[in-house]
């Protein structure tokens, strides 16, 4: 059995070696361009001599089981240029690649398995009858760009899936088929809760009053609880001089990414503000800063906007106008620790109240040159981060490479209801826009201080965050998120029977609550059906018994209950108890 994630991912990488052989003996004449080891599985680009549908899958499954038998292990050569040429001399890409490695000063090495040799870097299984021939699957096709550039030919991309066991490979198939079933792009269109146009343009959601009613209470108690530890709203336009990314540093590692406006009036070069940090900066330093006023806290829900490639739009999991719950921390020295200390437990007290458990990732710089900042400031605060998280005895791990160019971060992971882990909150250091911008204060001496930037956001892309938590509650929101709180059914048409169903709405709607009323001439069991499917949290039938004794049983979704059975309330109570539950934002109802 393969016990820990270097092995697994050993394996992964030798299947996509599995697959490729496996592809160019049932279609010959294809090239195998590249194939790594990825999350759950692996895939391999092809150049393909004909083409390949979904109903070939089981076939190429069938015969990379085959090779398995037949393989017993990866031979390792170091070559030349010219041999790996030669060997390679009918598969283009591999002859690209080897130019490239070689260029760059690195040892070309080419494993052999059987008849099939292939150019690689290594990371193979040391014996290959430790994979189990049944705990792998080939699971789908997509198209690929040659190294994602647009411009080159597309590639067919195969994928397959790769556990440790049979049980971990199904296990994971039937989560997969669970997600389906809460894919947020569908639920978003059966529950009413967001839009795409045309006219409006890819990648640009539309929230209606649905949507927005979550996105509003979502947002509200991000702020909410950032202004509990001194955090003040601020706001910034939409367009900005393409000047201030150059200043500081987003324009020579994102300038591709932004979307270019030309002005009528000036010659000024323009773009859609992308992000928000570079503005909040331009506040700090609007006017002289004393020790005494740090540590200053900005706090900024707004809209940005991205030029993502079309290929990688995905409902609202990646859009090109994207709304952030962002905030930035100029503070001294001594202060980051308490800072990141309530930023901790107000991220905490977020995803407490909408029921998803949180593990922390120290995320960390490698030795690349995608940096940027003093060395001393990138050792010292990713020492901090580690300090602080053993401090405030959080479950954590390091993983290189995943720092932001300017400074090192606490990246909180979600785990959603069917076992997958999101990034969501994080909490960043920043090295470089301080000095960038020439931020300063004056300190306790009279001199002239740089202060320590720390980035916030709770939810990061709300957008992004939406459709994690509609997939996490598979549309089962809260009743303090519910975009129908309340759904109140009449047995009949009389007009008694609609005039108390309207004094129930008046009071509810007294008390801030969200509730609608059925009146249509369905049957009672329809429309009971009907509050379901839309999963609205309590559902009130009422009729001539409600009319007479002025009280309610109200029916209460499935999730929500705690005791099976439901009391009998006056009108006044159960509304009362509703609205208390909003404002306290419970999870499970006490009803």
């Not at 987003?250 to 002005?263: A, C, P, R, T, Y």
Request: aromatic share 10%; with cysteine.
């Amino acid at each position: 059995m393969i016990e820990n994630d270097k092995s697994i991912e050993a394996v992964r990488h030798s299947l996509s070696h599995v697959l490729a052989c496996s592809v160019k003996q049932l279609y010959p004449g294809s090239q195998n361009a590249i194939g790594p080891a990825v999350e759950n599985g692996f895939y391999q680009d092809f150049e393909l001599s004909g083409p390949i549908g979904e109903e070939d899958l089981p076939k190429i499954e069938k015969k990379m089981q085959e090779i398995l038998k037949e393989w017993k292990g990866f031979e390792r050569k170091e070559v030349g240029l010219d041999e790996a040429l030669d060997i390679f001399s009918d598969n283009k890409y591999k002859q690209e690649l080897a130019r490239e490695f070689a260029e760059g000063g690195k040892i070309l090495t080419v494993y052999t398995s059987g008849d099939f040799v292939d150019l690689c870097k290594g990371g193979h299984v040391d014996d290959i009858s430790s994979i189990n021939p049944t705990s792998f699957k080939i699971m789908k096709t997509a198209g690929a760009y040659w190294k994602g550039d647009e411009k080159n030919l597309m590639l067919t991309r195969i994928y397959g899936l790769a556990f440790a066991t049979k049980q971990e490979l199904l296990d994971h198939l039937q989560m997969l088929e669970e997600a389906k079933k809460r894919d947020h792009r569908k639920l978003g269109k059966e529950l009413d809760l967001f839009i795409f146009s045309d006219l409006v343009g890819s990648g640009l959601p539309l929230y209606t009053p649905r949507g927005n009613a979550v996105r509003e209470g979502l947002i509200g108690f991000s702020e909410e609880v950032r202004a509990k530890v001194g955090f003040e709203k601020v706001w910034s336009p939409h367009i900005t001089k393409k000047e201030l990314y150059e200043v500081s540093g987003h324009w020579d590692k994102f300038g591709d990414e932004l979307f270019i406006v030309n002005s009528q009036e000036t010659s000024d070069e323009l773009v859609m503000k992308p992000m928000n940090c570079p503005h909040h900066a331009q506040i700090y330093a609007s006017r002289p800063r004393s020790y005494k006023e740090l540590p200053v806290k900005l706090m900024e829900t707004t809209t940005n906007y991205r030029d993502e490639k079309t290929g990688e739009l995905h409902g609202l999991s990646r859009v090109r106008s994207l709304t952030q719950d962002d905030s930035h921390t100029y503070c001294r020295q001594d202060q980051v620790d308490e800072i990141f200390d309530q930023l901790i437990e107000k991220i905490q007290e977020f995803y407490l109240a909408i029921d998803m458990p949180l593990k922390l990732r120290l995320s960390l710089r490698d030795d690349s040159d995608a940096y940027l900042g003093p060395t001393e400031l990138w050792k010292f605060g990713q020492e901090k981060l580690a300090a602080i998280a053993e401090r405030n005895k959080l479950e954590f791990y390091s993983e290189e490479g995943e720092a932001a160019f300017y400074g090192p971060k606490l990246d909180f992971m979600a785990t959603d209801a069917i076992g997958r882990v999101w990034q969501v909150a994080t909490v960043q250091f920043d090295f470089v826009q301080p000095e960038r911008f020439k931020l300063e204060y004056t300190n306790d001496k009279g001199e002239k201080e740089q202060p320590i930037m720390i980035h916030c956001a709770i939810m990061g892309s709300f957008d992004r965050f939406f459709s994690v938590y509609i997939e996490h509650t598979a549309g089962r929101f809260p009743i303090w998120l519910a975009p129908e709180q309340i759904r109140i059914l009449t047995v009949n048409q009389e007009q008694e029977t609609a005039d108390f169903a309207d004094s129930i709405l008046e009071q509810a709607k007294a008390l801030g609550l969200r509730a609608t009323i059925d009146n249509d001439s369905e049957s009672v069991g329809k429309k009971i059906r009907n509050a379901e499917i839309w999963k609205v949290p309590y559902t009130l039938v009422v009729g001539e018994n409600e009319i007479k004794g002025g009280r309610v049983t109200p029916r209460v979704r499935k999730d929500l209950v705690v005791i099976a059975a439901h009391p009998e309330l006056s009108i006044e109570d159960f509304l009362k108890t509703v609205a208390n539950e909003t404002k306290m934002r419970v999870i499970k109802t006490s009803l």
